[in-house]
């Protein structure tokens, strides 16, 4: 049950990322980023005198899994707060969960947009932080004849859809469009490659999620095509794909994203090493692990102030708050309940990270329905 007052009974919060499954390659790492940021909070006196304990489930990239461990947490484990979910699937199988209960989701992935609720923070990246910079900087660099590959299910079917209004409001056109399932093998990609190679695009925009990028990437190499020429460019690939489909196979490729592990800042070669020591000096972070760490540390701020895990009680001293994160410093959109992030977009070098090609000169405000279609947002 959720308490306030003098207890020195540990603060107990819900945590669920697969690690296991097709989707482990990457929920895996957003588990490590929120046991990280945990282990900090701890070293440092807990909140408030009292320790934050993690209650932590694997849903075996099962959405419906998710779904059921959220209830276990809320209803027999007593947990307020939930840090878990990566693919849209799985949040909207948690969402009537939390909505029901009165709990909150601290949801550390980048989205299709067009939701919002009273019970979800947004920390990860909305389409007019990532798709509208990325399809500006892909026409001024490569052209306008874009094939889109995705997973079969919510995310990638959305931001595809905002993807073609963005590339069709510019003069380009979406020459094709193929949809895999969430545990394509490697060998379903060959007609698509073959596909691509015919038809020629300027651009391959991937929104592949999991196990099937590296297979997608692979695939990719054995067509013979060239990433200087016809890229893949991608919402969804980070440090962790690279290193798991081999840095020399995912070379030359683009990808949007608030975080990577290149920002050449103080505060992210403290994050790095922290998580480096903790995980292996052959580790690397990546989007989805600085969002799922800096998301705990504004919970446990937000806590401080509340001394209450009552949803009610947090949530408004959640709405506003800012953070030091590894990106830069960032806030939660008290209108929107998303985070206000940097832009950056990446090219994948052979070291397995990404040479920083174009970012945000300040965070870009979330606007999760394109309102405003990241108009006030200036590059360098």
């Not at 601290?106 to 009273?118: L, N, Q, R």
């Not at 889109?148 to 590339?167: A, Q």
Request: charged share 20%.
């Amino acid at each position: 049950m959720a308490t306030n007052g003098s207890t020195t009974e540990p603060w107990r919060v819900g945590v669920l990322f697969s690690n296991s499954g097709f989707m482990a390659v990457i929920e895996d790492t957003q588990l490590r980023g929120t046991l990280l940021a945990i282990d900090e909070i701890n070293a440092a006196g807990g909140i408030n005198g009292r320790e934050l304990v993690p209650m932590i489930y694997d849903p075996g990239s099962e959405p419906a899994a998710f779904g059921r461990f959220a209830k276990k947490l809320m209803v027999e484990d007593g947990v307020t707060t939930i840090f878990g979910c990566y693919t849209s699937s799985s949040r909207k199988a948690v969402l009537p969960v939390v909505e029901r209960l009165n709990g909150l989701l601290w949801y550390p992935t980048i989205y299709e947009g067009f939701e919002f609720s009273p019970n979800v923070i947004y920390t990860g990246a909305a389409p007019n932080q990532n798709s509208v910079a990325l399809c500006r900087f892909l026409f001024d660099h490569y052209g306008t004849r874009f094939f889109f590959v995705g997973s079969d299910y919510i995310y990638p079917r959305e931001s595809n859809r905002v993807m073609r209004e963005l590339v069709h409001a510019k003069g380009g056109e979406v020459i094709g469009e193929i949809y895999v399932p969430l545990r394509a093998q490697r060998r379903d990609f060959a007609p698509i490659l073959r596909r691509i190679r015919t038809q020629r695009p300027d651009v391959i925009f991937s929104t592949v999620v999991g196990e099937a990028t590296v297979y997608l990437y692979q695939a990719y190499v054995e067509a013979g095509l060239d990433p200087k020429t016809v890229p893949i460019a991608s919402l969804t690939t980070t440090e962790a794909e690279i290193r798991a489909m081999g840095v020399d196979v995912g070379e030359g490729h683009i990808t949007v994203a608030p975080y990577f592990d290149g920002i050449r800042t103080d505060r992210n070669m403290e994050f790095i090493e922290r998580y480096k020591s903790r995980y292996g000096e052959d580790q690397t972070t990546n989007m989805c692990v600085e969002a799922a760490y800096f998301q705990v540390h504004v919970f446990a701020k937000a806590l401080a102030e509340a001394n209450s895990m009552e949803t009610d009680a947090l949530r408004p001293m959640v709405l506003g708050a800012e953070f030091e994160a590894p990106q830069g410093r960032i806030s939660v959109n008290p209108i929107s309940a998303h985070t206000d992030l940097w832009t950056r977009i990446g090219r994948a070098d052979r070291r397995g990270h990404f040479e920083i090609l174009r970012e945000s000169l300040t965070p870009v405000l979330a606007d999760p329905y394109l309102v405003g279609y990241g108009r006030t947002a200036v590059y360098q």
